[in-house]
């Protein structure tokens, strides 16, 4: 199903006001990467960086194009891990967090 306008503006907005919601959506995502629902973590990542930092000015940081970066995290995208992980650690800087995984 896809989500429509008002629930994106919804969590943009969310987004913006509340640093706990921003980096439960990022913990969320990385979580569906390690449970192997990929399609699922993509659109987590991108609705996150479309919540938060965008893809123009991450694209920027990471000197690609941010419709290639788009393309990357849509339904029908391959990330490499190398692209991946890249755009996770510029994710971690800009959030000023620093993921880490834990054995439970």
């Not at 990542?45 to 690609?64: C, V, W």
Request: no cysteine.
């Amino acid at each position: 199903m896809a989500l429509t306008k008002d629930f994106k503006d919804t969590i943009k907005a969310r987004a913006e006001v509340d640093p706990a919601f921003r980096r439960a959506l990022l913990v969320e995502a990385m979580n569906e990467f390690l449970a192997d629902n990929i399609d699922v973590a993509k659109s987590m990542l991108r609705d996150y960086i479309n919540a938060t930092i965008s893809f123009e000015p991450l694209a920027q940081k990471l000197h690609k194009n941010s419709k290639s970066l788009q393309r990357m995290l849509g339904p029908s995208g391959n990330p490499t891990m190398s692209s991946l992980f890249t755009i996770i650690h510029e994710i971690q800087k800009a959030e000023g967090i620093k993921l880490t995984v834990r054995v439970e």
